[in-house]
């Protein structure tokens, strides 16, 4: 898990890109905000920044903020309980994310993507590219693998999913942990 002192600094850094936005949180949503390492002690590298609005059995609300370069690794939303799995719209609020999402058979692969992964390359696998900028979005359908990185001044994201289940994901390292550092 990363350090208080590496969280902090994510989490103001994150606070910031979200003021710049024009995305306005309460205190209490910001003193809430959920820092994620996915397990790998490195926020400047993997990791998201997060604020949930709402989650409830229908629908869910985020705002998801990517520090410079750093990357949301791969996984899915796979079906469960009778569900399609998770469907979910990204919508670039500020600064430039890419979206790696697999090949539907339609698109193509990005031949020179703008963003590389971190290390462990094994385990990124879509490699569709989207650059989404500030009004740009993009809907993931359920069960497609995907990962993100934020551009070079970061990026602030708006998620809007059906219900989101963290501990449902699957994720294509078997050692990313999303739950083992909730931050909340």
């Known amino acids: 898990m990363a350090t208080d002192t590496s969280r902090q600094d994510a989490k103001r850094r994150a606070l910031d890109l979200l003021d710049d936005a024009g995305i306005v949180l309460t205190d209490a949503e910001r003193e809430d905000l959920e820092i994620v390492d996915f ?9 998201t920044q997060i604020h949930t609005y709402v989650n409830t059995d229908r629908y869910c609300a985020k705002e998801l903020v990517q520090l410079p370069g750093q990357t949301c690794p791969e996984h ?3 079906p469960f309980d ?3 799995g998770k469907q979910e719209t990204f919508r670039c609020r500020a600064g430039e994310v ?3 999402v697999e090949s539907d058979g339609v698109g193509e692969v990005t ?4 963003r590389t992964p971190p290390n462990r390359e094994e385990h990124y696998t879509a490699a569709k590219e989207i650059v989404l900028e500030p009004g740009d979005q993009y809907t ?3 069960d497609t693998n995907h990962w993100f990185q934020g551009g ?5 994201i708006s998620e809007f999913s059906s219900r989101s289940v963290d501990e449902k994901d699957v994720f294509t ?4 942990d999303r739950l083992s550092n909730i931050d909340y």
């Open 39 to 47: 397990g790998f002690d490195d926020l400047s590298e993997v990791g």
């Open 140 to 142: 993931i359908p359920p």
């Open 82 to 84: 009778g569900t399609p």
């Open 173 to 176: 390292d078997p050692k990313v």
């Open 152 to 156: 070079d001044e970061g990026a602030v």
């Open 76 to 78: 899915r939303h796979p």
């Open 111 to 114: 031949g020179d993507p703008t």
């Open 98 to 100: 890419s979206l790696f």
